[in-house]
């Protein structure tokens, strides 16, 4: 009987594959795509997820980030992470392939397939087609089926908000993530490479990425040539009811998850994953949801606070000039996420 096994091979079961196999525990991932899996992501991590990544081992190559940028057509105010701190800006398949290559240095085995019926015991859980684990994780995703076939995942009336993201051949003006703000949605500029750089839009509104670049024309005339395909992914909003059930522990976006605004998931996924692993060394999986709702409060507060402000007819194009008119307010917020 191995000791956990994940649904999912993207970052957050990566990660939690490599802090079990650090830990002496026998993982094993499922994942249905071949490595490296691109998705929709803003593709920049905070300093804290650059941090974790790195005591890992896990370093790869990208963009020194050095703060965040709020912009929109009246001006722009900018907050540098504290005390020297750096992000990291990096092709969702470059960090894909990355820990993929870690996970395998460390002895853990990636199979195809995806878990689908599984069973609860006292003492394992039993996957069709992957016998037995003591624990199961599920790393699946926004949608994630595993959370669904437990009844966690909850519905919300709030915002429905989606996002796509594109490539363009473009070297970084910026050291710092640029959040450009029009009426109704927001482009995250985020340098990834010498000569790339990634836009993610965010909005509740159902529209081609080039229409949504077209309310952002002093951006749109920067940029290059686009140089990949647009993915996107949504809603965003993702509640689930518990990120425990019994055996089975819900890490990254199946456990829940708020809106992009903020930037953190990667952050947050991969410091939860050691958070996991080490709850599971002591055999209180109820101890890895305190430490969920510890990690994640101040990510979960600020996001649900600007998307609640946003979606807000009357203050919804507020938030960059408050920036800009509270400076230090803007800077103390993001040294909260840094």
Not at 18 to 31: D, F
Not at 47 to 69: M, Q
Request: proline share 7%.
């Amino acid at each position: 009987m191995i000791d956990v096994l994940i649904a999912g091979g993207g970052p957050a079961g990566l990660a939690t594959a490599c802090h079990a196999a650090l830990a002496g525990m026998e993982a094993v991932v499922v994942e249905p795509r071949a490595t490296p899996v691109d998705k929709a992501c803003g593709e920049g991590l905070m300093p804290t997820g650059a941090e974790a990544l790195r005591s890992l081992g896990v370093r790869p190559e990208g963009w020194p980030l050095r703060g965040i940028a709020y912009l929109d057509a009246a001006g722009s105010v900018t907050a540098p992470f504290p005390r020297g701190l750096s992000g990291l800006g990096v092709r969702r398949t470059i960090l894909h392939e990355t820990l993929a290559k870690r996970a395998a240095e460390l002895g853990v085995r990636v199979v195809a397939g995806r878990v689908g019926r599984f069973r609860q015991r006292p003492d394992a859980v039993e996957a069709d087609g992957f016998g037995r684990a003591r624990w199961l994780v599920a790393a699946d995703g926004l949608h994630s089926p595993v959370r669904a076939s437990l009844g966690l995942t909850t519905t919300s009336r709030r915002v429905r908000r989606h996002g796509l993201r594109r490539h363009f051949a473009v070297a970084p003006w910026s050291s710092h993530v640029e959040v450009h703000w029009s009426p109704g949605a927001e482009a995250y500029v985020t340098p990834v490479g010498p000569e790339l750089v990634g836009v993610a839009v965010l909005s509740s509104r159902r529209v081609p990425f080039d229409e949504h670049l077209a309310a952002f024309p002093a951006l749109r005339d920067r940029l290059g040539p686009p140089c990949s395909p647009v993915r996107g992914a949504g809603p965003l909003r993702q509640t689930a009811a518990a990120q425990v059930a019994g055996r089975v522990l819900l890490v990254g976006d199946a456990a829940g998850y708020v809106d992009a605004l903020t930037g953190e998931g990667i952050s947050l996924a991969v410091r939860s994953a050691e958070a996991l692993i080490s709850a599971l060394r002591q055999e209180n999986p109820e101890m890895y949801a305190r430490s969920w709702r510890r990690l994640s409060w101040r990510h979960r507060l600020l996001t649900e606070a600007l998307v609640a402000v946003r979606g807000n007819r009357v203050t919804g194009d507020l938030i960059a000039p408050a920036a800009r008119r509270l400076p230090w307010a803007f800077r103390a917020a993001v040294a909260l996420l840094a």
